[in-house]
């Protein structure tokens, strides 16, 4: 005897069913949820299910939504949201910041979500992104922050009624390598033929450094100095400003943090080079460093400068190598480390806390650190060196 199964009754008369032009069968509904306090009925369409089900399921959740929080589907776009918000966010922080926020969302979110609608992006591909960005940068919370600012925005803007990127996992930290530090920073030995080569490429890349080297300066905070900020009577370096690029255009900002302007002792040595490069220059400026059109350098000057000091480094210890026959293997054992032009200021740092009895609570106003916490992470540092050199040391006694 044939056994017919029923198939369970479809009660929802407002689930239609429809087809494709490829023949296949999808699932529609029309709902109304009311009058919204304008006194405008709220009738709404959803299609493009693949079964009754799941069409049933989306008309119970919209069901319980009140006509006054009904939020159309498809309204604004991610690249046109960022637009909108950007324009209010730009106007609260420093240039420089907002030249930030814009470079990550053109490179990691724009790329990603730009052309897509606000609302038809899944938890699912949010959390694929937030992954991946893991994997690709050592500072990847900025980045998912600025989608979270943009699913608030448009919330509070009523383009959508749901923050998707709520609902996500956050990873932990990075898979990303970060770069070694303790390669990052210069023995006082390693730091002083630096500066001997830089001197030879001329007296402005010399004296950049020799600056940096003995400051901890930031590279944007060097490049704005000019003479006002030198005082020869007290012997203090005035650090009130930066040089940023916002729009690939050079601008004058205040320093990083409040804690960034400061006040810098400035040592009979580094007054004297200071001195000797004043009495060098061809051209009168204001500018400590400058093009010969009495403009700022570039932000990515004191990177050509570096190289050139390396490159210098390097002929110089082939030319050596054959006026006294020797081998490739001297020239790689003389080259320079490279560094970064960061690594000077971690350099001074090290060699400050290394050779002198200064107090952190001093280092941090040298380096203008926002808080304490960033100075001790430096004596973390040179402590577990110290203990990896002790235990080296112990190891070879072998007594």
């Known amino acids: 005897m044939e056994v017919k199964i029923k198939m369970p009754k479809r009660k929802n008369t407002s689930i239609k069913e429809y087809a494709l032009k490829s023949g296949k069968k999808r699932f529609m509904f029309q709902i109304y949820l009311g009058y919204n306090s304008n006194g405008k009925p709220i009738i709404t369409r959803r299609r493009g299910f693949k079964s009754y089900a799941e069409a049933e399921a989306a008309y119970n959740k919209m069901s319980q939504i009140k ?24 106007e609260t922080v420093k240039p420089q910041s907002a030249s930030r926020v814009f470079v990550n969302y053109k490179h990691h979110i724009n790329p990603y979500f730009g052309n897509n609608y ?8 949010l959390q694929k992104w937030a992954d991946k960005l893991a994997t690709e940068l050592v500072n990847y919370r900025p980045v998912i922050s600025i989608m979270r600012s943009l699913y608030e925005y448009g919330m509070r803007l009523g383009y959508i009624s ?18 070694n530090v303790d390669d990052n920073v210069y023995s006082k030995e390693e730091l002083d033929t630096f500066l001997d080569v830089a001197k030879q490429v001329n007296q402005c890349v010399y004296t950049y450094f020799k600056l940096l080297a003995s400051t901890g300066m930031r590279k944007g905070e060097a ?16 650090v009130n400003k930066t040089l940023t690029s916002v729009d690939h255009k ?4 205040s320093p990083k943090t409040k804690n960034s302007k400061r006040s810098i002792p400035l040592s009979a040595n580094l007054k004297q080079v200071l001195l000797d490069y004043r009495k060098s220059e061809k051209i009168v400026s204001v500018k400590l460093f400058h093009r010969l059109n009495g403009n700022y350098w570039s932000l990515s000057q004191p990177g050509d400068w570096l190289r050139d000091v390396y490159a210098k480094d390097h002929a110089l210890n082939v030319k050596y190598a054959k006026e006294h ?22 350099t001074f740092a090290t060699l400050l ?3 002198t009895n200064v107090k952190p609570k001093t280092v941090q106003m040298l380096l203008g650190h926002a808080n304490i916490k960033m100075t001790l992470d430096i004596y973390t540092h040179i402590n577990n060196k110290n203990k990896e050199d002790a235990i080296n040391s112990i190891s070879q006694l072998n007594i």
């Open 162 to 179: 749901d923050n998707s990127i709520s609902r996500i996992i956050t990873p932990k930290k990075t898979t990303r390598k970060r770069r």
């Open 223 to 238: 490049l704005a100095l000019t003479w006002n900020d030198i005082d020869l009577v007290n012997n203090t370096i005035s």
């Open 67 to 90: 006509a006054d929080d009904f939020v159309k589907q498809k309204q604004i776009k991610v690249n046109e949201l960022f637009e909108l918000w950007f324009k209010t966010y730009k």
């Open 118 to 125: 606000m609302d038809s992006i899944l938890v699912k591909d």
């Open 325 to 346: 026959k020797l081998d490739d293997s001297y020239v790689r054992a003389k080259d320079l480390r490279h560094i970064s032009i960061h690594g000077f200021r971690h």
């Open 250 to 253: 050079l601008i004058l900002s």
């Open 353 to 355: 806390i290394e050779n």
